[in-house]
């Protein structure tokens, strides 16, 4: 019996094992797939959180990097997308003051420059119509013709400097004698390197030439010639002939009288230039038009200044 009892007893105590070993086996097989289980929850937590990033990233690059309106600036005042401030062209067409002069450009020859602008102020209303005989004064540019003949331009009276030295002037033989030569500042100097001709059929002291480049300049900032035309009482137009080489030249217009007054101007800060300028003009017997073609502004060391070869009037 002693015997039995310790055999069932051992068998008892021997089946304990047997029933915990499979337990333990279990709970741990439990835990590593619910470890699992989260490892996987996890990873498609994060790859979800990866792709919604990567959309809204894609979507911020594709609003801001699109093109602005056309004529859109953007923050700050700047041009769009660039953080700068916008550069502006200047009044006149340039964007900005002349670089340092370089001579070695032929007449007529212009280094490459961007197209102006266009103007977006109203065009200014036309001035009131002129009371007959009223005094009246205009003032336009354009280029010097090639080839200029003075005793077809100048009907009236015309003059033409340069032709024998600075000091030399040559006049229509029968003309009114309405142009006056005022002086000027600045020693005249003549010069034959003009890249337009005057001609002329009815001179004194010289009475006919085919063809001159001949004509007469004066260096420095603030010299020029001083020039007059005496009024008749009646309509007049006057050409003057002039030039500029690597300076600002500034014709000044006015009446003796006083009233309107106006101003032209031509630059070339790189070679020469020759223009054409037209003056019209009403004003009574004994009163004058007062015309200054002087040097405003030189861009070299080396001399630079306004130039006249003729002045003419019809």
Not at 55 to 74: A, C, K, R
Not at 179 to 186: E, L, V
Request: proline share 10%; aromatic share 6%.
């Amino acid at each position: 019996m002693a015997d039995e009892d310790r055999t069932r007893a051992g068998s008892r105590a021997g089946d304990a094992p047997p029933r915990h070993r499979p337990r333990a086996t279990t709970a741990g097989f439990t835990r590593s797939v619910l470890r699992r289980a989260r490892q996987r929850r996890r990873f498609v937590v994060q790859g979800a959180a990866v792709l919604v990033g990567l959309v809204l990233l894609i979507s911020y690059l594709s609003f801001w990097s699109g093109p602005e309106p056309d004529g859109q600036v953007g923050l700050g005042g700047g041009s769009a997308g660039t953080g700068r401030s916008p550069v502006l062209p200047a009044a006149d067409g340039r964007t900005g003051e002349a670089g340092p002069a370089t001579p070695g450009l032929r007449p007529r020859q212009r280094p490459p420059s961007p197209d102006p602008t266009p103007s977006t102020s109203p065009p200014a209303p036309p001035p009131p119509p002129a009371k007959p005989g009223a005094p009246a004064l205009s003032v336009s540019r354009e280029e010097m013709p090639a080839a200029v003949d003075l005793t077809a331009v100048g009907t009236r009276d015309w003059v033409h400097w340069g032709e024998d030295g600075g000091r030399s002037t040559i006049r229509k033989r029968s003309g009114s004698g309405e142009i006056i030569d005022g002086g000027g500042a600045g020693r005249r100097v003549g010069w034959d390197g003009n890249q337009e001709y005057v001609r002329w059929s009815d001179g004194t002291p010289n009475r006919s030439t085919n063809g001159t480049s001949n004509g007469v300049y004066t260096c420095g900032a603030g010299n020029g010639f001083s020039l007059a035309v005496a009024g008749s009482g009646g309509p007049r137009t006057v050409q003057l002939y002039g030039g500029i080489w690597m300076a600002r030249g500034r014709l000044e217009a006015r009446l003796s009288t006083g009233g309107p007054a106006s101003t032209a101007r031509l630059e070339d800060p790189y070679t020469s230039q020759s223009a054409q300028f037209t003056i019209r003009f009403t004003l009574p017997k004994g009163a004058r038009l007062l015309l200054k073609w002087t040097v405003e502004k030189v861009f070299t060391q080396h001399c630079g200044n306004v130039g006249l070869q003729a002045v003419a009037v019809r």
